[in-house]
Antibody, heavy 115, light 110 residues
Framework: QVQLKESGPGLVQPSQTLSLTCTVS????????VHWVRQPPGKGLEWMGV???????SYNSALKSRLSISRDTSKSQVFLKMSSLQTEDTATYYC?????????WGQGVMVTVSS | DIVLTQSPALAVSLGQRATISCKTN??????????MHWYQQKPGQQPKLLIY???NLASGIPARFSGRGSGTDFTLTIDPVEADDTATYYC?????????FGGGTKLELK
């Protein structure tokens, strides 16, 4: 069955770089796009970027200078790296499969930016 | 970017109909499809797809949920509302990049 699971540190210091991994199963990264979406506590959903099935990427223009998405198809993993973290980057980070809509989501990983 | 606007909250009684609206500032139709989707999110959980392409029920979603609309005006209807439906509901467009979400409508019981 289709599954996505995010992993990464729960706490990051301000100005540091966040590294998250989305491990997928039940489908191929070369057949489906995978997006990253985040949600600050008590707030709405913000699209961050996408790893297209062909290996290309697109980013939210507000985050583009700090954000990098990559993948390892052999491990069925998509990676997110975001630099220069600030307290406003505190959020739950989700990866989601793209079938037009986002049909499957990971459980999310809560990341707190604090010293 | 396409902006999606939802009312922040809605209170309905058990067994009644709930209608949640989503308005966009640009047309999200393309070649006969409306690229609007709806999600349900309960506290501490990831969003769950309910409706795709404006009116199509996602797999495993009960028929109490329905969606309609086109162009710039869309609605999600829950009829009848059950206690388990208390959640926040988000609309999302995939007509243009970046995909964008509405601010969410929190459904509460009276």
């Amino acid at each position: 069955q289709v599954q996505l699971k995010e992993s990464g540190p729960g706490l990051v210091q301000p100005s540091q770089t966040l590294s998250l991994t989305c491990t997928v199963s039940g489908f191929s990264l070369t057949s489906y796009h995978v997006h990253w979406v985040r949600q600050p506590p008590g707030k709405g959903l913000e699209w961050m970027g996408v790893m297209w099935s062909d290996g290309d990427t697109s980013y939210n223009s507000a985050l583009k200078s700090r954000l990098s998405i990559s993948r390892d198809t052999s491990k069925s993993q998509v990676f997110l790296k975001m630099s220069s973290l600030q307290t406003e980057d505190t959020a739950t980070y989700y990866c989601a499969r793209d079938l037009g809509p986002f049909d499957y989501w990971g459980q999310g990983v809560m990341v707190t930016v604090s010293s | 970017d396409i902006v999606l606007t939802q009312s922040p909250a809605l209170a309905v009684s058990l067994g009644q109909r709930a209608t949640i609206s989503c308005k966009t500032n640009q047309n999200v139709d393309y070649y006969g499809n409306s690229y609007m989707h709806w999600y349900q999110q309960k506290p501490g959980q990831q969003p769950k797809l309910l409706i795709y392409l404006a009116s199509n029920l996602a797999s495993g979603i009960p028929a109490r949920f329905s969606g309609r609309g086109s162009g710039t005006d869309f609605t999600l209807t829950i009829d009848p509302v059950e206690a388990d439906d208390t959640a926040t509901y988000y609309c999302q467009q995939s007509r243009n990049l970046p995909p964008t979400f509405g601010g969410g409508t929190k459904l509460e019981l009276k």
